[in-house]
């Protein structure tokens, strides 16, 4: 489906969620174009907040706003409306105003952010099955991977897992019929048309094709506790388990203590 990325931005959706947030959609369909006006707006939202803006949060298709209800109450000129909150409204006019001007080519385009990823074996448990499902050798279905153009969507499902988007569809793979109860962290994985990371050990059904050393989420850093953001471009590359041993050594290294 092809959009018109500047009709999107002068007819976004607004959809209340509870008291205290409300999403703007831009479609419904997972495309750079939407994923572009999104990226938008929470930079718009980031450079101009409005008084008693919580937080946003981008996702496939736009963008989630909460909002203090009880400040935007306060400082709002609008007459009373017995179906929608002073404070909803309020922060409703304080997006649309963004949203009259803006297009999402500013958007600032990012440089890619190299991921590495050590393929197979107990990195990667998944990858004969994954060959053999497509009729590939192991190294065919790594040279597809590290050759896609990737994006990321969303953070989601667990802190700093990243859904990407662009993985080539010569190796689409349905998700695991039975998920596993442990994956370790750094797990790299495909389900369906998309590929992801798993930030720290938890439960999942992605078929796993390899391990990144790379802490996705660092709670130790306050300021950007995710390593990847919606809107990042990501270039995956192999390495050996040597290299992959050298890098998560430089990495836990690196932590605070």
């Known amino acids: 489906m092809e959009y018109d990325a500047k009709e999107l ?3 976004p959706r ?7 947030a409300f999403m703007v959609s831009f479609g419904d369909a997972i495309h750079p174009e ?3 006006c999104a990226s938008a707006l929470v930079e718009a939202l980031k450079d101009h ?13 736009g963008v989630t706003v909460f909002y203090d209800p009880l400040i935007l109450s306060r400082t709002s000129h609008l007459a009373e409306d017995s179906r929608l909150s002073k404070g909803y409204r309020e922060a409703k006019a304080c997006v649309e105003a963004l949203l009259k001007d803006l297009r999402f080519g500013e958007a600032s385009v990012r440089e890619k952010v190299r991921v590495p990823v050590c393929y197979g074996g107990e990195y990667g448990p998944d990858l004969e099955y994954v060959a053999e499902y497509h009729k590939m050798t192991p190294e065919e279905v ?7 153009d990737y ?4 953070i989601g499902f667990a802190p700093g897992f990243p859904y990407v988007g662009g993985l080539p569809p010569e190796i689409a793979t349905p998700r695991r019929d039975t998920p596993r109860l442990v994956i370790p962290a750094g797990s790299v994985g495909i389900a369906g048309s998309q590929t992801g990371a798993y930030p720290f050990e938890t439960p999942g059904g992605w078929q796993l ?8 989420f660092r709670p130790y850093d306050l300021a950007h506790p995710s390593m990847l953001e919606a809107g990042d471009r990501i270039e995956f590359y192999s390495i050996t388990p040597e290299e992959y041993k050298e890098l998560k ?3 836990e290294g690196g932590r605070p203590q």
């Open 49 to 61: 907040p409005f008084p008693g803006l919580r937080e946003v949060e981008a996702s496939y298709t």
């Open 249 to 251: 050594e430089k990495e």
């Open 34 to 36: 939407i994923l572009r």
């Open 142 to 148: 790594v040279s597809i991977h590290t050759s896609g």
């Open 14 to 20: 607004f959809q209340p969620i509870g008291e205290a």
């Open 9 to 11: 931005v002068c007819h």
């Open 209 to 216: 094709i390899g391990r990144t050393p790379l802490d996705l």
């Open 151 to 154: 994006l990321v969507y969303m």
